[in-house]
């Protein structure tokens, strides 16, 4: 069922981890089923936490704040801990600020192609002058503060590597996303100070982001982190959480073992 290269690895000899996985934008707790479940079957304990304004919650007029206590609310009801906590994208200001609240409960911070922001910096601060008047104007034209990425869009920049079938199947999954906590500054100060280990992991053909000068995944926001662990994948922003579930859980191990 899976690539046989990712499984180098035998049950018996894998360290034994418990992940946390955080979706990022136009995507719920689904976008990780494929992966959680080859992590379960190697043996791994896996959680994957809706957050507001997301999944099966209609209320799109969140913020941050809100999105960030939901995940915080998540672990310290089960009282988890010892966790790899993961961020995708957007999830990745998330992990940042999460890891404020509850650091003594986290093992490492993995970020994926995620956004490592700045202290009073927002996501789309981290957008070009083009692309953020682009979102800017797909919010004007929502009637509830959202952004909806139009297929055109999400195909070349999301879905880059996809076959067009791939493309539009993932697409029918994608919801409109709340705009405000995109647009919010964050205080992460805190999050500096943190000695919690952190990976990033990252894509090299993931077109979400600019790829020039000054803007992107790694190294631009991946240096912030300080001493981290770099693991490096072929893929793309969204395609192969749903196409190579096996090669993106591998990397998820790589990342956060000892």
Not at 104 to 128: H, M, P, Q, T, Y
Not at 189 to 206: E, G, R
Not at 207 to 227: C, D, I, T, V, Y
Request: hydrophobic share 40%.
């Amino acid at each position: 069922m899976f690539p046989h290269d990712y499984f180098q690895y035998s049950e018996a000899t894998q360290q034994q981890l418990t992940f946390i996985l955080i979706h990022g934008s136009w995507a719920d707790a689904h976008f990780w089923d494929g992966v959680a479940e080859v992590l379960r079957s190697q043996g791994h304990t896996v959680y994957t936490p809706e957050y507001a304004g997301h999944g099966k919650d209609s209320n799109k007029n969140v913020t941050h704040a809100m999105i960030t206590k939901s995940v915080v609310d998540f672990i310290t009801k089960l009282d988890l801990c010892d966790f790899v906590l993961v961020g995708h994208s957007f999830g990745g200001t998330i992990i940042q600020k999460v890891a404020e609240q509850v650091p003594d409960r986290i093992k490492r911070l993995v970020f994926w192609n995620a956004f490592v922001l700045n202290d009073g910096e927002s996501v789309v601060d981290e957008f070009s002058p083009q692309m953020r008047q682009g979102f800017e104007q797909l919010r004007a034209g929502s009637k509830d503060d959202t952004i909806m990425l139009p297929f055109p869009l999400f195909r070349d920049s999301f879905v880059n590597t996809a076959t067009l079938e791939e493309a539009q199947r993932i697409y029918v999954s994608i919801t409109p996303e709340p705009a405000k906590p995109l647009f919010e500054k964050l205080d992460l100060k805190a999050f500096y100070t943190l000695a919690t280990p952190k990976s990033y992991i990252f894509f090299s053909k993931d077109n979400a982001l600019p790829l020039e000068e000054g803007f992107g995944w790694h190294p631009h926001m991946s240096k912030r982190l300080g001493q981290f662990r770099l693991i490096v994948g072929d893929g793309d922003h969204f395609t192969d959480a749903y196409t190579r579930p096996a090669m993106v859980a591998h990397k998820f191990y790589e990342a956060g073992r000892d």
